[in-house]
């Protein structure tokens, strides 16, 4: 097994990367104190084409030295915006007509496996903060929860690493409505 080359996987510039279609889905960071966590994300958003990222309270902003370690560049091509408080982001996005979920373990949540997104559907992901998760005053705002199932002895994932199951999740059910020779959302 020889690994792709940069070359052989065709990835696009930042210039074109901001002219590609994107997955009609923008990520809240409700809190999230570390910055690799959020530089995590950036990456993430990029490798899935989330149409942007929303940080809110203490979350970290670019630019920043942690959150470039795991962004890797990210940052840049990522589009972003920075809220001092979550329910500003929760309510804007609300008013634009997005379906807006927290990814929680919360009373009533659809667990992901079973969820799939709606066509023509945009959606906000509202991820919490590492200890206590999204803040029940953004999870009342919220039209729902999605879970992700677990049977491990731990509480929760990292919110990092939610954020790429969930992200992959959502990633998986548009590019299975495209055409299933190209990778173009």
Known sequence: ?????????????????ARMEKMPVTVIL???????????FFRTCDAF???????CGITGTPPSREIHKTALGAEHTVAWRYFADTAEAVAWLRAEGYTVLA?????????????????GRR???VFGNEVDGVAQEIADMCD???????????????????????LWHLFAGYLSEKDPAGATL
């Open 103 to 119: 990814v929680e373990q919360a009373e009533g949540a659809v667990m992901l496996q079973d969820f799939r997104p709606t066509a």
């Open 30 to 40: 409700d809190n999230v104190r570390s910055m690799n966590n959020t530089g995590s």
């Open 49 to 55: 084409a989330v149409e942007r990222l929303l940080l």
């Open 1 to 17: 097994m020889k690994k792709k080359t940069n070359e052989e996987l065709h990835r696009p510039g930042a210039e074109a990367y």
């Open 123 to 125: 959606y906000a992901l």
């Open 144 to 166: 729902g929860a999605i879970e992700i199932p677990q049977v491990g002895t731990k509480h929760s994932l990292n919110v990092a690493v939610a954020g790429g199951a969930v």
